[in-house]
């Protein structure tokens, strides 16, 4: 144990990423618990003891909130969870193959007929309780995105974004309801007196995640455009460097209203000026390909999870004026294209079918990613948490 807690140490202070550390967990300190697991006979009280100085290390630097999920952090990542092996599941584990191996032989060997006879009854396979899903609070936000949300996509970036441990905690638990907002706190921990717990900032709505991350009018003018502009910025990016057009040099750097060669023009937050009044015509972005007589308009957001069909079709639906004037005005086949990712990582089933419609290469992680960053900057920022949390 004593080995094991000592390695433990070392992995919260390294450089890795939050998956490369779960995985040093599971690959570099848990094999000191298992070679001896199932030989000698450990107190449950012992082994859980073990899990709660697990738990309590991560906290410590930041790796695992300490009101989040333990059953999460056992989940595998495919599944929204963190990946982390237990040392109970790893003893148990352990210990149900040797009485399975002994089992197999004893019909042909005396020693191990006798050695599982004093054995006695071999202990029950690891228990399957409630998943994270289920419970009322943490399960929270699977049970919104389920029906409107491709969840495999959605928990895609804890295995291919490569965030830091912290960033990891911090999004699962805004997920979880597990951050004290204001809402949190007079309802469930039951430690703020004001029954309203309105808004820090607005004074008006309720102070939950949900309000904080998407749904403030005080943060919707600054911290939710920057969010929106690093979104739209990756897929500018990768459309000026599909037609070679010149590319801005920082990701905060705002790029031009109008850049151009002689294979496409790009327009980047332009009004654009029609014979008909149309009252949507300032897309994010309007790609015109001159070669094959064609144009794009793709318009970004970044809602509350909950919301993302429905923001995707209100896209579609707030710039067919604008594509049947451009169409018309311009001689040019026009497309319209939503790009919608989620505060808190959620992504519809089409995402990436969309994305597919746009010039250049943008891959579905790399706007997800950039739209959890955005929203743990929101969360540190407007929660002012302390020190690691």
Known sequence: MAKYLQRVRQVPRSQLNGKNKTRAINNYTLPVIRYPAGIIRWPKEEIHTTDVRTRKLLTMHGGFHPKSSTLRLYASRKEGGRGLVSVRATVQDETSKLHEYIKEKDPTDDVLSECLRQWGTVDEALEQGPSWEDKPLHGMYHRTITEVADLKKSHQWLERAGLKDSTEALILAAQEQALSTRAIEAQIYHTRQDPRCRCRLCKEAPETIQHITAGCKMLAGKAYMERHNQVAGIVYRNICAEYGLETPRSKWETPPKVVENDRAKVLWDFQIQTD???????????????????????????????????????????????REELERAWKVKVTVVPVVVGALGAVTPKLDEWLQQIPGTTSDISVQKCAVLGTARILRRTLKLPGLW
């Open 276 to 322: 008909k009044i149309v009252m949507a015509n300032q897309p994010d972005i309007v790609i015109i390909d001159k070669g094959q007589r064609k144009a794009v308009v793709v318009d970004v957001a970044v809602p509350s999870d909950g919301n993302i069909r429905k923001k995707e079709h209100e896209k579609l639906e707030k710039y067919q004026g604008l």
